[in-house]
């Protein structure tokens, strides 16, 4: 189920919410935008997760869905007019995979690494590795097919994309699987899992964290964003559900333990204050500034129940305060489910799935000013084409933000480019 589709409903509520509640000024622009390239069906369908640029400024991504049923792997060159041609790199087939959801990753060769939400041995999800054979073709391999222990220990139904660490071992999320408690789905409550390289070629996996390990999963549940690392090589993250709730969630750490190990602390819980004004439900990932603080959006809560974005500073106890940014309020964006993008000014870009002058989403911008944030919105989505970004944007080579749309009943979604 897509990205979109899971929170119609809560959109609905949004709405009949902020018509009472009122409106705030909120800064407005329509920035440059350009579509790059729009999806056909034939050429993949609605895609869930970000682009990715390489040095030459060539744009890869994925779709979830394609004429198949099972999602594509696609690049974007550019034409000496200026236009964009599109190259399907993988069409999935689902044994090898089906519904890629999170952002790919480069290795130094110019691999790419990726996750599918299904598919693989088990249906369950699977990691793979696309190796150009530097004549324009790539061959895909499975590095890993989740469920493939009993109960689905191992993990399964990988939404997020990777992340390597020096010694080029993978990273990642699963939504579902794992040892915690069978209480958020039939296959456990996610896990936190590394995948390493074995001489043999193949790759070997294990579980670092399963999580709902303790009773009402304060732990959180349910982890649906990629994993960072701090310069210590602890990892940061979030879950979408805790205690027992779905759209609550946590901001965790994992640190190793020196013994092989990984022990899990909770940062931060929102939906912890009432009516949940400071967020519920986080579907995106982290990012962490050079001061290490952590910064990232829920999908809802919030002064207006349209999410929030929001900063979690450390403590020199060990604990961490929460900072809300901003509370979106509909017309200036409505359900974040993105992580947020830096520039070097200190600026925060984003995206929402829903809100804004028609209802098909925004791209905004939060800036620091004089000790509060003021969010600005730089494009307003109207169809044209565009509708309901659910990735986070990324940076071109150039400096414009890059990013794509899921679409809705009148298009499968693009990929897009504004100038911010």
């Known amino acids: 189920m897509s990205f979109t589709l899971r929170f119609y409903s809560q959109v609905f509520v949004v709405a009949f919410l902020v018509c009472f509640i009122g409106f705030v000024p909120v800064a407005w622009t329509q920035n440059k935008y350009e579509s790059l390239h729009k999806f056909t069906v034939l050429d993949g369908k609605g895609p869930e997760g970000p682009v990715i640029s390489d040095a030459a400024g060539n744009i890869y991504g994925t779709t979830a869905d394609s004429q198949s049923g099972y999602g594509v792997v696609f690049e974007l060159t550019q034409n000496a007019n200026g236009t964009w041609k599109e190259t399907v790199l993988h069409r999935f087939q689902g044994t090898d995979g089906s519904g890629p959801f999170g952002s790919l990753t480069f290795d130094a060769p110019g691999n790419l690494y990726g996750t599918t939400q299904f598919g693989g041995a088990n249906q369950q999800g699977a990691v793979f590795k696309l190796s150009p054979d530097g004549n ?77 390990s303790q009773t009402g999963c304060p732990d959180g549940a349910n982890p649906s964003a990629e994993l960072i690392f701090d310069q210590a090589g602890n990892l940061y993250g979030t879950t979408r559900g805790s205690n027992g709730f779905d759209l609550q969630g946590v901001a965790f750490e994992l640190k ?165």
Request: glycine share 16%.
């Open 136 to 212: 324009g073709r790539w061959t895909e391999t499975v590095l890993y097919s989740f469920c493939s222990m009993n109960s689905c220990t191992d993990g399964a139904r990988p939404l997020a994309g990777l992340n390597f660490d020096q010694a080029g071992n993978l990273y990642g999320t699963t939504l579902a699987g794992g040892s915690g408690s069978s209480g958020c789905t039939t296959t456990g409550c996610g896990t936190v899992f590394e995948l390493m390289p074995q001489k043999n070629g193949n790759w070997s996996e294990r579980v670092l964290y399963n999580f709902c």
């Open 256 to 420: 190793p333990d020196g013994n092989g190990g990984w022990t899990e602390s909770v940062l931060y819980q929102f939906c912890s204050q009432q009516g949940c004004i400071d967020g519920s439900g986080p579907y995106a990932g982290l990012i962490l500034d050079q001061s290490e603080n952590l910064y990232g959006t829920t999908s809802a809560g919030g002064t207006y129940a349209g999410g929030i974005a929001f900063e979690l500073t450390p403590n020199s106890d060990g604990t961490w305060t929460e900072n809300v940014l901003h509370s979106f309020q509909d017309q200036d964006g409505n359900t974040p489910g993105a992580s947020l993008t830096p520039d070097r000014s200190g600026n925060l870009y984003g995206t929402t799935v829903f809100g804004g002058s028609m209802g098909l989403g925004v791209v905004f911008k939060l800036s620091p000013n004089s000790g509060g944030w003021q969010e600005t919105v730089l494009h307003n989505f109207l169809n044209q084409p565009g509708a309901r970004p659910t990735a986070n944007v990324t940076f071109a080579p150039d400096g414009n933000l890059r990013g794509t749309t899921s679409g809705d009943v009148q298009n499968v979604g693009n990929v897009f480019e504004v100038v911010p």
